[in-house]
């Protein structure tokens, strides 16, 4: 399988500290894409990198692939309480994880 | 806003009853994914078109069946429905002209199924 496993399954946190989140897969990828869904909505894509890129960027976000390792990580600088969410990888087979759900407490 | 529509938002219906639930992609979009999300089991992929042509296959039940018509909309049929059918139903769009892994989905705001 090349589901994505998002590590921690929760995470809480003050606003303003950085949240990082964890995934794991079990075959070779292409790309990996990251997603956050708020309580009871649909899945909304942040970012996607490259199997030959070890790092990206896209405002308070930072994400790095190690395929070495086959994990991923998401970095959410100077949390804030809107960033209250689900977060979860897929891998490019788009088989979604479980997700991590973050909350940023004000 | 995605631009991907998903109908009804709830449905409530009895055990044993089929129902359908309906997407209309992204404008453009050729490829669409449903998604169930139930409480305990995360995303669970079921099934993918492109263009009209069943392209990928997931955890689907044969009671399930899916088609995408020629106006690209695509319909998720459930029958024989049992109180472990009741979850979120999520359809999601690609934007890329051929099957690529390499877009991201947009998502729309799912189907919450209830059977009782």
């Known amino acids: 399988s090349q589901q994505g496993e998002e590590d921690p399954q929760a995470l809480s946190i003050q606003e303003g500290e950085n949240a990082t989140m964890n995934c794991s897969y079990k075959?070779?990828?292409?790309?990996l894409q990251w997603y956050r869904q708020n309580s009871g909505r649909g899945l909304v894509h942040l970012i996607l990198?490259?199997?030959?890129?070890r790092e990206k960027h896209s405002g308070r976000l930072r994400v790095t692939l190690d395929t070495s390792k086959k994990s991923s990580s998401l970095l959410i600088t100077a949390s804030r309480a809107a960033d209250t969410a689900s977060y979860f990888c897929?891998?490019?087979?788009?088989?979604f994880g479980t997700g991590t759900r973050l909350q940023v407490f004000p | 806003d995605s631009g991907v529509t998903q109908t009804p938002k709830h449905l409530i219906t009895a055990t044993g009853q089929r129902v359908t639930l309906r997407c209309s992609p992204r404008?453009?979009?050729?490829?669409v994914y449903w998604y169930q999300q139930s409480l305990d089991q995360g995303l669970q992929f079921l099934i993918q078109?492109?263009?009209?042509?069943?392209?990928a296959k997931g955890n689907i039940l044969e009671r399930f069946s899916a088609q995408q018509f020629p106006d690209l909309h695509s319909e998720l049929n459930l029958s024989s429905l049992e109180l472990g059918d009741s979850a979120l139903y999520f359809c999601?769009?690609?934007?890329?002209?051929?099957?690529?892994?390499?877009?991201?989905?947009?998502f729309g705001n799912g189907t919450r199924l209830t059977v009782t």
């Open positions: 999601a769009s690609s934007s890329s002209g051929t099957v690529s892994y390499n877009s991201p989905l947009h």
């Open positions: 075959t070779s990828i292409n790309n």
């Open positions: 990198i490259r199997s030959n890129e």
């Open positions: 897929a891998t490019d087979k788009l088989i």
């Open positions: 404008s453009g979009d050729l490829s």
């Open positions: 078109y492109y263009n009209g042509e069943e392209r």
